[in-house]
């Protein structure tokens, strides 16, 4: 039960210099204002955009690439630890979410899950879309919450640095598209749902110190809803 309130082994402040945390603000401003997260530089440029399925394994091993070898810090750094180094909180925790989210979801979604096991032509592209979003919503908890929180929170402390990186989160370039959305008085509750979510992901992030936890979650989310919960429409 330590996990579900939020009680982790206490994490040591980010140990790395005040250089480092200006190249990892520089990798945030460069991913997400620059190259943009759906690679709005190709529309820009006028270069076709690739299919998501290469899109997002591309933009996360770029993120990767960049922490370590620009901003100069091991992954572990910001939260990416093996599951040999997990506390017995994490992966107690860890699992205990997985599974409870995997049975929501999966009454949620019961309908749209048993015409793809009925229909072995979706099988294929149910795969590739679980992989797609679920490395897509990694990505984004390691350029808000790892990248972006994790420095704002060494210069500002705790309830700053994560306020301002889950309001960058809800309003920024990843989830600005829903100001145009067609449907009238739509956008307020999209953006009070996304706010909430991500306040909770900033939060458990914060208390656990483990990127892969709320990366995961937050892809199995993305999974369902963005992606099995849309396919065959």
């Not at 309908?111 to 679920?134: C, K, S």
Request: glycine fraction near 12%; include cysteine; hydrophobic fraction near 55%.
């Amino acid at each position: 039960m330590k996990g579900h309130v939020f009680l982790f082994q206490a994490q040591s402040p980010p140990a790395y210099d005040s250089s480092a945390g200006l190249r990892l603000l520089l990798t945030f401003l460069l991913l997400e204002a620059v190259i943009g997260p759906r690679l709005s530089l190709f529309s820009l440029l006028g270069l076709p955009l690739p299919p998501a399925w290469l899109r997002v394994p591309v933009l996360l091993g770029l993120a990767l690439i960049l922490i370590r070898f620009f901003v100069r810090l091991r992954l572990a750094q910001i939260g990416l630890r093996v599951w040999r180094e997990w506390s017995v909180t994490e992966k107690s925790y860890f699992l205990q979410v997985f599974l409870i989210a995997n049975a929501v979801f999966g009454i949620l979604y019961a309908d749209r899950l048993r015409m793809i096991l009925a229909d072995t032509g979706l099988w294929g592209r149910a795969a590739i879309v679980v992989f797609t979003n679920l490395l897509w919503g990694f990505h984004q908890e390691l350029v808000y919450r790892g990248i972006l929180q994790t420095e704002l929170v060494r210069r500002w402390g705790p309830l700053l640095g994560i306020l301002v990186s889950n309001l960058l989160f809800t309003f920024g370039p990843l989830h600005f598209y829903h100001f145009s959305g067609s449907v009238p008085g739509r956008a307020l509750p999209m953006f009070a749902g996304i706010f909430l979510v991500g306040l909770f992901f900033g939060v458990l992030f914060r208390r656990s110190g483990n990127l892969c936890i709320v990366g995961v979650l937050h892809g199995l989310g993305n999974c369902y809803m963005d992606g099995l919960g849309n396919l065959g429409n």
